[in-house]
């Protein structure tokens, strides 16, 4: 299998959807595109990387109406869990997750929790309001 083949998942819309998400994260995590010159990635006067490096997403299990909840943290015995997650890659028909906290004036928080699903198993994805996480 090339590396090609292992960066796709066919005929899946939610594969599709995250790739975008990835895309629009990974262009707002610094390089060249902030600096002041003809050729910037953004108009106006900021840099959008500075306001926004995230899309917030909550993602839904086939059958399910409620969201996937996953804990806060590694430890076994956590029992706090969360519904919001930062897309961190892809690879293939799978995603790994970053878990958010909401802290105060919506704002997000992250932590050392990832997990990974294969995307058949997602029906839904609900976009969150676009943000700036610290430390991500």
């Not at 390089?31 to 926004?52: E, H, I, K």
């Not at 919506?106 to 996480?133: A, E, G, H, P, Q």
Request: charged residues 15%; hydrophobic residues 30%.
């Amino acid at each position: 299998m090339n590396n090609q083949e292992r960066n796709t998942c066919p005929n899946n819309c939610m594969a599709d959807i995250l790739k975008v998400i990835l895309i629009l994260q990974q262009s707002a995590e610094g390089n060249d595109s902030c600096l002041d010159t003809c050729d910037r990635g953004f108009l106006g006067q900021q840099c959008c990387p500075v306001c926004y490096n995230t899309r917030p997403i909550t993602l839904y299990t086939c059958g399910n109406t409620t969201p996937l909840a996953m804990p806060i943290s590694k430890s076994p015995t956590e029992t706090t869990t969360s519904t919001i997650f930062r897309l961190e890659k892809l690879d293939g028909c799978c995603a790994t997750c970053r878990v958010l906290v909401v802290g105060t004036n919506n704002t997000y928080t992250s932590t050392n929790s990832f997990f990974t699903i294969n995307l058949d198993c997602l029906c839904m994805i609900r976009c969150l309001d676009d943000t700036f996480v610290e430390g991500v």
